[in-house]
């Protein structure tokens, strides 16, 4: 039986789970980093830039390498350069310099100031005086952006080697209420939960009510793509006619920290409990749904 390949990449990402992991089940917690580079250069103090991090969502699945299951985490921000953004989805005005990479054709989210790399911060402000440098782009790509996705791809392909398939788990929060960045209205009150599947398209119906049942029982409001339909992550994990399952989930932050302070809550600790029980939940699901191609 082939271990699991050595990921971790200091400063980068890290990858926690048993040599054998026992259940085709896989989380990532993608924007969860909080390791500003050194070389980093925005106009204003790091403090004003920690709201775009999904501060704690690594800990709150931090169950899940002891539960059999494996979770990997990026340490850099998100900010920085997205795991969650195609490597394309940047408005060359933003880009200084001769571009030598594939042309930049920028989405929905780089047009809110939030693709590849972010040029606003919420709730829309200036991160840079200027530009950023096409060298400085690059080994954004280059060190940070196709290392985390090389080592969720190799995750992910020796969990369907093993098993068959895999039930992937992208993990996220979302701010209570949507600023001018977002894509919904301004102000729009977000519920407690939502789960993205890109329309039905990244996973099976299974998954989806394995999660939301488990949620709804215990009193929250659950969405299913409701704004927050996933991106890039489960876009390029999920391919349920082939046994690979991708659901993202947003937790809404009012559940569990301080937004402004960016500060654990008096609610931290039973969100923890909510997300450690999904988890055992997941992974009895996953060991009675083996998820090989149908
Ligand atoms: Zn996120």
New binding site residues.
């Given amino acids: 039986m082939t271990a699991l390949p050595e990921l971790d990449v200091p400063g980068v990402l890290r990858l926690h789970a048993a040599a054998e992991p026992a259940v085709p089940l896989v989380f990532d917690?993608?924007?969860?980093g909080s390791i500003y580079p050194e070389g980093f250069r925005p106009a204003v103090a790091i403090a004003a830039l920690r709201p775009a991090e999904?501060a704690f969502?690594d800990d709150l699945f931090a169950a899940a390498p002891g539960k059999g299951a494996a979770l990997l985490e990026a340490l850099f921000p998100?900010l920085y350069v997205d795991p969650?953004r195609n490597e394309t989805d940047m408005d060359p005005a933003h880009v200084d310099g001769p571009w030598d990479g594939p042309p930049l054709q920028p989405g929905p989210k780089a047009r809110l100031g939030q693709g590849l790399v972010w040029m606003r911060r919420p709730p829309g402000l200036p991160v840079y005086d200027g530009k950023i440098a096409a060298a400085d782009l690059r080994a954004r790509i280059d060190d940070y952006h196709r290392p985390y996705h090389a080592a969720l791809g190799r995750m992910l392909d020796w969990a369907a080697g093993r098993f068959g398939g895999y039930y992937h788990i992208?993990?996220?929060?979302?701010p209570a209420v949507a600023t001018a960045m977002s894509a919904e209205p301004e102000g729009a009150v977000r519920p407690d939960f939502v789960l993205g599947t890109r329309d039905g398209t990244t996973t099976g119906p299974a998954l989806i009510d394995c999660v939301r049942n488990y949620l709804s029982a215990r009193g929250y409001d659950v969405r299913v793509d409701h704004w927050y339909k996933g991106v890039e992550i489960v876009r390029l994990a999920g391919d349920p006619a082939r046994g690979r399952h991708s659901l993202q989930i947003?937790i809404n932050r009012r559940l569990y920290m301080d937004e402004r302070k960016i500060e654990k809550s008096a609610g931290y600790a039973d969100m923890k409990t909510v997300i450690t029980g999904l988890i055992d939940e997941l992974r009895r699901f996953a060991a009675a749904h083996l998820p090989g191609p149908k």
Avoid: F, K, L
């Fill in positions: 917690s993608p924007h969860s999904d969502v998100r969650n992208n993990c996220h929060s979302m947003e």
